[in-house]
């Protein structure tokens, strides 16, 4: 069973910067895509940034020009730059990874267990 471990959350002042880290660890054969997303109190959970196995990226508006995904391929580890951060910004990232366990099996969904990102003003 594939598990994500989230780190790099925490309490930064606005404008101040943080980097979140996704870590896959278990079998998987192929990644269709990885991604960010975040949920804060009272409000829906959100896609904040994603990617593909193509490369290609996804922002959430409020996000662009600010938020940067990248990844590793060859750790399973997708990084989230988190720049010019806003008290808006606060929540409980969440990483998220569509995967194949094999070459024969269907794409499966997971999630991370979050990670807490406070901006204080």
């Known amino acids: 069973q594939v598990q994500l471990v989230e780190s790099g959350g925490g309490l930064v002042q606005a404008g101040g910067s943080l980097r979140l880290a996704c870590v896959a660890s278990?079998?998987?054969?192929?990644?269709?895509?990885m991604g960010w997303y975040r949920q804060a109190p009272g409000k829906q959970r959100e896609l904040v940034a994603g990617?593909?196995?193509?490369?290609?990226?996804d922002y959430a508006d409020s996000v662009k020009g600010r938020f940067t995904i990248s990844g590793d391929n060859a750790k399973n580890t997708v990084y989230l730059q988190m720049n010019s951060l806003k008290p808006e910004d606060t929540a409980v990232y969440y990483c998220?990874?569509?995967?194949?366990?094999?070459?024969?099996?269907?794409?499966?969904?997971?999630w991370g267990q979050g990670t807490l990102v406070t901006v204080s003003s």
């Open positions: 998220n990874l569509h995967y194949r366990g094999s070459a024969d099996g269907g794409y499966v969904e997971v």
């Open positions: 278990g079998r998987i054969f192929s990644i269709n895509a």
């Open positions: 990617m593909s196995s193509g490369g290609r990226t």
